[in-house]
C-alpha cells in the first residue's frame, strides 16, 4: 500500500495485571482497504480493537491518524476522529425500536424534538440500499433475529460517517445469505475509500474480502500478508504459530518498511 | 493516497452533517446486485390493517405478546370504582370524585420523579423524606422567618434539586448503589427537615401565601373544565394529524384516519366526562391543572427529545448507551435531580394539603404510596419502560382505594394491607408481562 494510512498503531503494548495482553503491536489502515486481523482465542484482537475504540488505552505506543499522533481517551474522542466499532455484543438497546438503536446518540431534531420522520425515513433508506431486510424499522430490537441485529448493528456504525470501520466478528452468528450480504457490505465500504478492520475466525470470509490480513499470536504481531500472495495454510499456520519464520518476519516487515 | 487522488472520494465524510448523510453517494449509494435481489418489504412482516378492524386485530395481538400497557391498571380502576361505587354511592359523587382529584396530585407529583427513576433500573428510596423536607423549606422560610413567598418556593424547589444532585453524585460517580444512597437519604433529610422545623415542630402556612392557593383555587366557571377539555382534545386531534400528514408527505407508514378519530373520540368522552363531574361540583381545581400539565411537558420530553431517548437508552443497555456516546453520569445526575424536585413540588401539594409542614410530613406511607403509584401505573421496575401518563393512573388507583375505605370507615390497618396486596398484584403482572414479552420476542 502506497500512500499514509489513515489510522496507523506504533508499537501498542497493554498490561491487564500480570498478562502482557499486547506488546509492541504495529498495525496500519490505509484508506479504501480491508485489513483482517486474525488470531487465535486470547491472541489480543479485542484488545487491540477496545484500545482503538476509546474503550481502554494502551500502556505504550502511539496511535496515529492521518499521520499524527492522537490519544483517544474515551469511545467519543474515537466516533469524533471517524473510527467506529461494531462489537460483537452489538450493543443495541432492546427497547428502543430499530430507528431508535441507528439514530441513538446522534439523534436528528428539528426545533430541538426529535425529528421521527426524518430519521424514520433516512433509515429506511439506509437499511434498502444496504439491502437489508428488518420487518419494520418501527418493532423493538428484541424482536430482530440475530442476523437482523448484526446487520443493523452495522447501519448503525455507517449513520456517523465515518473513515474507518472496525467490525468485530461481523459473521460469526450469521447465515450463509446473510453472511453474503455482510460481505457485499464490506467490499461496499472499500469502494467508497473507508478503511475497514474486520476481526474474524472464518477463514473464506477473511480470504473473501481482506487486502492485508495481520496476524496476531499471543499479544505480538505475526505477520502481515498480502491476499493475494498468500495461501488460507500459511495464515492459519502464522496463527497457530507453526510458522514463525524468517520469511513471514521479512514479508512483515517488508509491509510495515514502506510508510 | 489522499493527494495522488487515487481514490476517488467525492467529499470528506467527516465533514458532512447527518443531515445530508442520506445523499446518493457515499456508503449509500444504491447495492446494484442485492438491492435488485431483494424486495423491499419483509414478506414475513404482519402489516396492520386499515381501520377499526386491524386495530382491533393488532390490539388482540399486542395483548397476547403481553404488551399490557395500561391495561390491567384501567381495569383495576374500573373494578374499583365498581366495588365502592356500589358499596357507598357518595363514593362515585361528584364532590368526592373531584376532591380526589385534588388529593392525589401531591403523590402523583412525586410518583412522575419516581416514573423517571425507574426508567433507569434504578430507585429512589429518599423522595417521601425530600417532599417533607422542602415543604419545611417553604414554610420555614415563608411563615417563621417573613421571606417572600416566590423566593421561599424556589428555594424549596432548588433544595430538592440539590438534594437530586448530592444523590446522583454518589451514585453516579462514587459508585454506591442508588438502593443504598436514596435510603441513607430517606434517613438523612428526614432529620434535617426535624433540624429545620426546630423544636415547636409545626409551622402552619398562611393560608395565602402561593402554596395555598396552588391547592385551594378552584376555576368555578363551568367554561374553565369544559375548555380545557376540549384544548386537550383539539390539540391532540391537530398534533396526530399533523403528524399522519407529515409522515404521509415523507413516505413512510402512518396511523389511518380511522385510527385517529377512534383514539381521539376516546379520549373526548374521557376528558368531557372528568369535566362535566367537575362542573358538578366546584369545578376545575388549579392542582389538577398544574398537574396534568406536568404529566403532558415530561411525557414529551421523555418521548420527544434526545434526552428523553438517552433515558430509555440507559434503561434497556447501559453499555449499549455508553458506546452511542451517551453521557451516563449526567443523565444518571439529571434524572435524579429530577426525581427529587419533582419530590419538592409533590410535597408542597402536600403541604398545601393539610395547610402545615410538621414533623409528619413525608412519612408513613408516602414513600411506598409513590412509587406503588408509578408502578402500578404501568411503569417497569425493572427499566425501559414506562410513561408519565403512569403516575396518574397509579395515583388515582391508590386515592381510590384510601378515599373509598375511608368512606367505608374501614381502618389504616385494612387500607394497608389492600394497598400492599395491589402494589404486589401489579409487580406480579409486570414480571408476567415481561415474561410473556420475552417468549414473544418484545423484551
Known amino acids: 500500500m502506497i500512500g499514509e494510512p489513515v489510522l496507523a498503531l506504533r508499537g501498542i503494548s497493554k498490561r491487564f495485571g500480570a498478562v502482557q495482553a499486547l506488546t509492541d503491536i504495529e498495525l496500519e489502515v490505509h484508506q479504501g482497504e480491508v485489513v483482517a486481523l486474525v488470531g487465535d482465542n486470547g491472541a489480543g484482537k479485542s484488545t487491540l480493537v477496545k484500545s482503538i475504540a476509546g474503550v481502554n488505552q494502551p500502556d505504550e505506543g502511539v496511535i496515529e491518524w492521518e499521520g499524527k499522533p492522537v490519544t483517544i481517551h474515551r ?61 419494520s424499522v418501527r418493532i423493538p430490537i428484541a424482536s430482530l433475529s440475530g442476523g437482523q441485529r448484526q446487520t443493523v448493528a452495522i447501519a448503525r456504525s455507517l449513520v456517523g460517517s465515518p473513515k474507518v470501520v472496525i467490525l468485530d466478528e461481523p459473521t460469526a452468528a450469521l447465515g450463509v445469505e ?24 472464518n477463514m473464506a470470509d477473511v480470504m473473501a474480502v481482506a487486502d492485508r490480513i495481520a496476524v496476531l499470536r499471543l499479544g505480538r504481531n505475526n505477520g502481515v500478508f498480502d491476499r493475494r500472495s498468500t495461501s488460507q495454510e500459511e495464515i492459519i499456520s502464522a496463527i497457530t504459530g507453526a510458522t514463525d519464520n524468517a520469511v513471514t518476519r521479512r514479508k512483515a516487515r517488508g509491509t510495515e518498511g514502506t510508510e | 493516497m489522499t493527494d495522488d487522488g487515487s481514490t476517488p472520494r467525492s467529499d470528506d465524510p467527516s465533514r458532512r452533517h447527518p443531515e445530508d448523510f442520506m445523499s446518493t453517494d457515499g456508503v449509500n449509494a444504491p447495492v446494484p446486485v442485492a438491492a435488485q435481489a431483494t424486495p423491499a418489504v419483509d414478506p414475513r412482516l404482519i402489516i396492520q390493517q386499515e381501520g377499526v378492524a386491524g386495530y382491533l386485530k393488532e390490539f388482540r395481538r ?29 363514593f362515585l359523587s361528584a364532590q368526592n370524585l373531584s376532591n380526589l382529584s385534588q388529593q392525589i396530585v401531591g403523590t402523583g407529583m412525586i410518583a412522575i420523579g419516581v416514573v423517571f427513576v425507574l426508567l433507569l433500573g434504578e430507585i429512589d428510596l429518599s423522595v417521601g423524606s425530600v417532599s417533607g423536607l422542602c415543604a419545611a423549606i417553604f414554610a420555614v422560610m415563608n411563615v417563621t422567618h417573613g421571606v417572600n413567598q416566590w423566593v421561599a418556593l424556589l428555594a424549596a424547589l432548588v433544595g430538592g434539586a440539590i438534594v437530586g444532585l448530592i444523590q446522583g453524585l454518589f451514585f453516579a460517580k462514587v459508585g454506591v448503589p442508588a438502593f443504598v444512597v436514596t435510603l441513607a437519604g430517606n434517613l438523612a433529610w428526614n432529620g434535617l427537615m426535624l433540624q429545620i422545623l ?39 386531534l391537530a398534533a396526530a394529524l399533523q403528524e399522519a400528514n407529515r409522515r404521509r408527505r415523507a413516505g413512510v407508514p402512518y396511523r389511518p384516519l380511522s385510527d385517529i378519530v377512534l383514539r381521539t373520540a376516546v379520549l373526548a368522552v374521557i376528558a368531557f366526562l372528568a369535566a362535566y363531574t367537575l362542573n358538578q361540583y366546584k369545578g376545575l381545581p388549579l392542582a389538577l391543572l398544574i398537574f396534568l400539565i406536568f ?22 443497555n447501559i453499555e449499549g448507551a455508553r458506546r452511542a456516546g451517551i453521557n451516563i453520569s449526567w443523565i444518571r445526575i439529571s434524572v435524579f435531580m429530577i426525581a427529587s424536585t419533582m419530590a419538592a413540588v409533590g410535597g408542597l401539594f402536600l403541604a398545601a394539603q393539610i395547610q402545615s409542614a410538621s414533623q ?84
Not at chain 2, 395555598?212 to 391532540?236: D, K, N
Not at chain 2, 403532558?296 to 434503561?315: E, H, K, M, N, P
Request: glycine share 12%; aromatic share 6%; charged share 15%.
Open chain 1, 75 to 135: 469511545p467519543q474522542d474515537a466516533q469524533q476522529l471517524g473510527i467506529a466499532t461494531v462489537y460483537q455484543d452489538l450493543a443495541l438497546c432492546d427497547n428502543l425500536d430499530v430507528v431508535g438503536n441507528l439514530f441513538l446518540g446522534r439523534e436528528i431534531k428539528r426545533f430541538g424534538v426529535l425529528n421521527e420522520v426524518a430519521m424514520e425515513k433516512r433509515s429506511r433508506t439506509l437499511l434498502n440500499t444496504l439491502s437489508i431486510r428488518i420487518p
Open chain 2, 360 to 443: 409528619t410530613s413525608g412519612g408513613g406511607n408516602l414513600l411506598m404510596n409513590c412509587i406503588a403509584a408509578a408502578v402500578i401505573g404501568g411503569t417497569s421496575l425493572f427499566g425501559g419502560r414506562g410513561k408519565t401518563w403512569s403516575a396518574l393512573l397509579g395515583a388515582l388507583v391508590i386515592g381510590s382505594i384510601q378515599s373509598g375505605m375511608n368512606i367505608e370507615g374501614l381502618s389504616n390497618a385494612i387500607q394497608f394491607m389492600v394497598t400492599g396486596a395491589v402494589l404486589l398484584a401489579a409487580v406480579v403482572i409486570d414480571s408476567l408481562s415481561r415474561r410473556t414479552q420475552k417468549a414473544a420476542g418484545r423484551a
Open chain 1, 178 to 201: 446473510q453472511t453474503a450480504q455482510v460481505l457485499d457490505l464490506v467490499e461496499r465500504l472499500r469502494e467508497q475509500g473507508l478503511g475497514v478492520i474486520l476481526i474474524s475466525h
Open chain 2, 198 to 236: 426546630g423544636a415547636n415542630g409545626t409551622v402552619n402556612l398562611s393560608g395565602h401565601d402561593i402554596v395555598s392557593r396552588l391547592y385551594t383555587t378552584i376555576y368555578g366557571q363551568v367554561t374553565a373544565a369544559y375548555g380545557l377539555a376540549l384544548a386537550g382534545v383539539v390539540l391532540f
Open chain 2, 62 to 90: 399486542r395483548l397476547g405478546s403481553g404488551e399490557l400497557g395500561s391495561l390491567p391498571v384501567v381495569l383495576a380502576l374500573i373494578v374499583i370504582w365498581a366495588v365502592f361505587g356500589s358499596l357507598n354511592s357518595t
Open chain 2, 295 to 316: 404529566i403532558v411537558v415530561l411525557d414529551f420530553v421523555l418521548r420527544r427529545t434526545s434526552y428523553g431517548r438517552q433515558i430509555f437508552a440507559l434503561g434497556g
